[in-house]
Each structure stands twice: as C-alpha cells, then as structure tokens.
C-alpha cells in the first residue's frame, strides 16, 4: 500500500509521489485497486464476469483540523482514516466479486465494529503474542524479566518472526496471493504514471512492482521503534511502580505496550517523512531498503488484465485532471 501525502506514508494498511504534478497513492483489494488523489478516493474492480467496474467518492478525514496536522500528532489520527478507507474500500470490491450491485456502505457501527476487531487482532498478533512468547523464554531460562534488556530482545524477536511468518503464511491463500498481485499492478502502474510517460499495461509491465515509498515500510519502522521504545520506557515504568504479583505485572506491560502504540505510530510516520525528504541519497536508501526488501513478500508480478483495473483506478482517481497518457481500458462507471 503506497502513501498518499506528498511527503510521505498504508498500512496501512499509504504513499507519495515524486516528480508527478498530482500526490497518488493506493491499496489493493479483492479483485481490485483503490487509488487516492487528494480528497478523492477511486475503487476499480474486475467482476467475476470480466467487467472492470469503478466508483470514486470523497476520502474520508480526520486531518481537516489544523492542530491534527501539527508533527507528531498527525500520525495516528492518518493512520486511523486510512484503516477507514481501506475497510470501506475492501467491502465494496467484496462485494462486486460475488457480482453484488447493492451500493450500501457499511453502517456506521458496522465500519466500528469491524475496525475494533482488525485492530485488536493486529495487536493481539503483534503485541500480545510476542510478549507471552518472550515470558516462555524466561521460564525456560533462557531470558530475563520486563526490567531487563535480555526480555525486550527477545520480544523484539518474536515480533519480526511472527509478523514475516504471517506474511509468508497468508501468501500462499490464493485469494491473497491475487491481492498481492494487485498490490504489484498499484506499484506497477504508479511508477508508470511517475515516469511521465504514457500509463498502458504495456509500459506499467516493465516498471518494478516494488515502490520506494511504499506504506509496507511504516510496518517495519513500527515494529522497529516499538522494540526500542519498550526497552528503553518499560525498565523506567517498572522502577517507579511494579505491581505486586508476576500477572499484574505483565498484565499493566502489557497495557502499557498498547497504550504506546499511539505514540510509536505518531513516531513511525515522521520519520517515513524524514526519509523521503532525503530523496535518493545514501540515509534515504538505507533507510528504505528494508522495505524494499519486504515489498517482495508483498507483491507479486500482475498479469495484464490485473495492469487494467490499477490503470482504471488511477484514471478514476485523477478525474477531469487525468492526462491522454493514461489510457484506461474500457471499464463501467457506478453511481
């Protein structure tokens, strides 16, 4: 998922854009690719019949307030609207793969619900996992405490090992597999349209299906920062207060960790900002590799008809602003 600010990040599941005159950024979904230019948002989808279908509407904010686009406090509130997007955006390609035509958005406790739950299992996974993990290390004597450094290497450990082995392990589900080649069309068809060239399967299919300032790399530098942040900030909190009892104390550690997630976000996010303003230089690349490294768990090759649907999400996205290079395959507009 590429990031669509012009200076950095999605996630979720977001991206930039150099050297183009519009900011685009996506997310693959079933059969399909969300594009996002500015405020607008477009879905292209491929039916199950072959028809590509497109839809655009207005991006869903919670950044319009100009205190939640100060530094680091922006960070977070982005990364929730664009969970938001993404789910509503998921929803409706799920729905025209099985041919369905209703248009009905999610209600608004529906879109909260399944939020709530995506992010408890992404925290679950991601958080509480590793450390239980961690405290198996310690009974087996082979770690420390929450007050030692040996105990958040350890978490720090786990964390990577599950986080690539459920990338590594949801690849091969073969409706994911698709949404990993759509992915790889996104990338594709962005650089394409990057290079200021004409934007048609043929030129997106000699592009590389990694992208630099993919949003993959914000899951990396939130893993990273959480290692040292919990490493550095649980020590502290245990020296000014250490609940009586082991599970209380890894109960509150626990909370703690979540409660921080806020913060690590908000961290993550400047310093994706940092790295693109280094542009192509050495820190910059340094600094992107290891999500350059990721994108090729992340992405797979597209076919051509996969090239279509991202080139007709990019066009919807564009809108009266899109240019004759980018030619769109003939595809159906919903209301």
């Known amino acids: 998922m590429i990031d669509h600010r012009p200076t950095s990040w999605s996630r979720l599941c977001t991206a930039l854009t150099s050297g183009a005159s519009c900011t685009i950024g996506g997310q693959a979904v079933m059969e399909g690719v969300m594009m996002r230019n500015g405020d607008r948002l477009a879905i292209a989808m491929r039916r199950p019949d072959g028809e590509i279908v497109a839809e655009s509407r207005p991006w869903f904010s919670l950044t319009r307030s100009a205190w939640l686009k100060r530094p680091f406090v922006r960070g977070f509130p982005i990364l929730v609207e664009t969970l938001v997007n993404g789910i509503k955006a998921l929803n409706r390609s799920a729905e025209q793969a099985v041919e369905g035509e209703t248009g009905e958005e999610l209600k608004p406790w529906q879109l909260a619900a399944t939020l709530a739950v995506s992010v408890a299992m992404a925290l679950g996974l991601f958080v509480v996992v590793p450390h239980l993990f961690s405290i198996g290390m310690k009974l087996l004597g082979l770690g420390g405490d929450v007050e030692g450094l040996s105990f958040h290497m350890w978490d720090g450990f786990f964390k990577f090992a599950v986080f690539i082995g459920y990338i ?12 990993f080649q759509y992915h790889g069309a996104e990338h594709k068809v962005i650089r394409a349209f990057e290079a200021a060239g004409d934007v048609t399967p043929d030129t997106a299919m000699h592009h590389s299906r990694l992208h630099p300032r993919c949003g993959t790399t914000f899951l990396l530098f939130v893993l990273s920062i959480s290692i040292i942040l ?7 909190l245990m020296l000014v207060w250490t609940p009586s009892g082991a599970f209380a104390k890894h109960g509150v550690t626990v909370l703690f960790k979540l409660l921080l997630m806020i913060p690590i976000s908000a961290l993550a996010y400047e310093t994706i900002r940092y790295a ?9 690349t340094l600094l992107r ?4 490294l990721l994108q090729k768990l992340t992405t797979g090759e597209p076919d051509r008809e996969q090239l279509e649907v991202a080139i007709v999400a990019l066009r919807e996205a564009l809108g009266d602003d899109a240019p004759q290079s980018v030619r769109a395959p003939a595809y159906r507009h919903l209301e």
């Not at 919990?230 to 502290?236: F, G, M, N, Q």
């Not at 590799?289 to 350059?292: C, D, H, I, N």
């Open 168 to 179: 590594v392990a949801i690849s091969f589900v073969p409706d994911i597999r698709r949404v």
């Open 230 to 236: 919990h490493a550095v900030l649980v020590p502290l």
């Open 276 to 284: 693109a303003r280094l542009g192509e230089g050495l820190t910059g």
């Open 289 to 292: 590799a290891p999500g350059m």
